[in-house]
T-cell receptor, first 111, second 115 residues
Framework: GQSLEQPSEVTAVEGAIVQINCTYQ??????LSWYQQHDGGAPTFLSY????GLEETGRFSSFLSRSDSYGYLLLQELQMKDSASYFC????????????FGQGTTLQVKP | EAGVTQFPSHSVIEKGQTVTLRCDPI?????LYWYRRVMGKEIKFLLH????????ESGMPNNRFLAERTGGTYSTLKVQPAELEDSGVYFC?????????????FGPGTRLLVL
């Protein structure tokens, strides 16, 4: 089977750092992506890791360990606008690029 | 540059009726994907087009679902006849390429409610 596990909810305060973990078990693995979705909106691409290690993009960083089938999204200097759902997604096929999603983590940032 | 658009944004129909969802990808994007999120569950892949050809339709739930992409531009997803379990949010996404690092750009989704 194919499964991705991530926490359902995370709460943090403005200015803090939060880490959202994702573990996966899939038949194919060609990279791990992260998407952000604000209430009722379109999922928006945040990052992609194909190799082990850390990728940094501004306040957001993403990490991958293929040997542990594990990754995380790190959000620094949290802002109220970061309140959203965050999805990890495995690229399940190199031929089609189809994404296999986790159930999403709802991040609530409090003042 | 316009993003991925989907129509309608919401649809409420009765069980047994037919509904057609439309997706307009970003201009020039050969790759078009349909995904679905049923209430409380993860976003699931339905199928993938490259231009007008179906590359992978392994996620289509059953033969009540028919996707087309005539001319390789916009795509439609028809559900006929609709069942209660078809309720959910249907997302379309497009990408320029289909390699491992290609970004998929999602539309806002169509919220389908089958009564």
């Amino acid at each position: 089977g194919q499964s991705l596990e991530q926490p359902s909810e995370v709460t943090a305060v403005e200015g803090a750092i939060v880490q959202i973990n994702c573990t996966y078990q899939t038949s194919g693995f060609y990279g791990l992506s992260w998407y952000q979705q604000h209430d009722g909106g379109a999922p928006t691409f945040l990052s992609y890791n194909a190799l082990d290690g850390l990728e940094e993009t501004g306040r957001f960083s993403s990490f991958l360990s293929r040997s542990d089938s594990y990754g995380y999204l790190l959000l620094q200097e949290l802002q109220m606008k970061d309140s959203a759902s965050y999805f990890c997604a495995v690229v399940g096929s190199s031929n089609t690029g189809k994404l296999i999603f986790g159930q999403g983590t709802t991040l609530q940032v409090k003042p | 540059e316009a993003g991925v658009t989907q129509f309608p944004s919401h649809s409420v129909i009765e069980k047994g009726q037919t509904v057609t969802l439309r997706c307009d990808p970003i201009s020039g994007h050969d790759n078009l994907y349909w995904y679905r999120r049923v209430m409380g569950k993860e976003i699931k892949f339905l199928l993938h087009f490259v231009k007008e050809s179906k590359q992978d339709e392994s996620g289509m739930p059953n033969n009540r679902f028919l996707a087309e992409r005539t001319g390789g531009t916009y795509s439609t997803l028809k559900v006929q006849p609709a069942e209660l379990e078809d309720s959910g949010v249907y997302f379309c996404a497009s990408s320029l390429g289909r390699g491992r690092g290609e970004t998929q750009y999602f539309g806002p989704g169509t919220r389908l409610l089958v009564l």
